[in-house]
């Protein structure tokens, strides 16, 4: 039976693997040949994309600028990117409990096997791929890809029927995505003309107007991410030493991308009280989890708390030099902010009616 698990994991390892770097591989072919380059070794592309595979899995990199081979650092990676290694490996899970028969015990070593290979293709990939200009940093590697793994072999309807507090976390987290990818659509339209700007100071020519398209497609999670942290108050950062927030603009230079075009001009006070929202949010998972107990209560609120963190991790980081060194919002102050504002509507839903139970029965005395 193991070595039967073994032979299924190596195969759909391998074929998910395949089903994202092969089409990626020739996207970067495509770029590289497009852009007439005088360098006939496609080595270069062929790295670029693995570079862009292990991207895709938040593997940063460590990167020498040219001309002086300045260090810099690369953490600020698309959100967006991470579907396509997580449905490869949900179609290679599928397939494998197609072929096998997987009870309980054997869904756990299977899952286990499957991600200690894919983390151990992958590390072989960063090495292999690495240069004197551009290095995965290899460490990073076991600590993404096995995750997205796991995550990617989850049974979330499964887990939401046995877990309500679980559901309630990812229903209030779906629903807060939701409105920010709302009012960054808006925010965008609205500023439609500095968009059309932007794309017109690039110009991209028609293969770079499809990658550009799909580069701002994949951080558009970034920006929706960005905009419910402006939304909720802590606000976020294009750059060291700026910050772009309700009660504070403080931002200079922004790189020339169309997803920036809908950045906000100025302070907006206003948009504070958007943290109400949360406030209330609190109130409805109290009154949600508490038919189900006060452990799916916490686990509603840990579970929340705790995506809101990772996605914070996952949506922000650095953009190669140092002045551009933090970009997307702020982990901690979201994570924070987002734990009290729901900690005081919840506190709010149970001390309200306590008080009113109180004083009913002293009255009745």
């Given at each position: ?56 899995h ?5 990167v ?47 899952r ?20 004197s ?24 309807r ?119 929202a ?28 705790s ?24 982990i ?34």
């Open positions: 039976m193991f070595q039967r698990v073994l032979w299924v994991s190596l195969t759909q390892v391998l074929r998910s693997i395949a089903l994202v770097l092969l089409p990626t591989a020739f996207i970067t072919l495509l770029g590289w040949a497009t852009a007439g380059s005088s360098n006939g070794n496609t080595s270069d592309p062929m790295r670029a994309a693995i570079w862009l595979w292990l991207g895709a938040h593997v940063v990199f460590n020498l600028l040219p001309p002086a081979n300045q260090a810099g650092f690369l953490s600020y990676l698309p959100l967006g990117a991470m579907i396509f290694p997580i449905l490869a490996i949900r179609s290679g899970f599928v397939r494998a409990k197609n072929l096998i028969e997987l009870d309980d015990q054997s869904l756990k070593l299977f286990t096997v499957f991600s200690l290979m894919y983390a151990g293709f992958a590390a072989l990939l960063a090495w292999g791929s690495g240069t200009e551009v290095r995965p940093v290899l460490y990073f590697v076991p600590l993404t890809t096995i995750p997205i793994v796991w995550l990617a072999t989850l049974n979330l499964r887990i939401r029927k046995r877990h309500r507090g679980i559901d309630i976390a990812l229903r209030m987290v779906a629903m807060g995505v939701g409105v920010s990818a709302i009012v960054y659509g808006v925010a965008l339209a609205l500023h439609l003309s500095t968009v059309q700007n932007l794309v017109t100071v690039l110009q991209p020519g028609w293969l770079g107007g499809v990658l550009l398209l799909l580069f701002n497609l994949l951080y558009l999670p970034n920006a929706i991410i960005a905009t419910f942290s402006y939304l909720v108050g802590p606000g976020f950062a294009i750059g060291a030493h700026t910050l772009v927030a309700p009660l504070t603009h403080r931002i200079m230079e922004i790189p020339a991308l169309p997803l920036l075009g809908g950045l906000p001009t100025g302070r907006h006070p206003m948009v504070l009280l958007s943290g109400i949360v406030f209330i949010s609190g109130i409805v998972m109290f009154r949600s989890a508490m038919n189900s107990g006060t452990k799916a209560l916490a686990a509603a609120f840990v579970c929340l708390v995506l809101v963190a990772l996605v914070s991790y996952l949506s922000s980081g650095a953009l190669l030099t140092k002045a551009m060194g933090s970009v997307g919002v702020s901690w102050q979201l994570t924070a902010t987002i734990a009290v504002e729901l900690g005081v509507g919840i506190f709010f839903a149970w001390a309200i009616p306590a008080a009113a139970r109180s004083l009913i029965a002293r009255r009745a005395v």
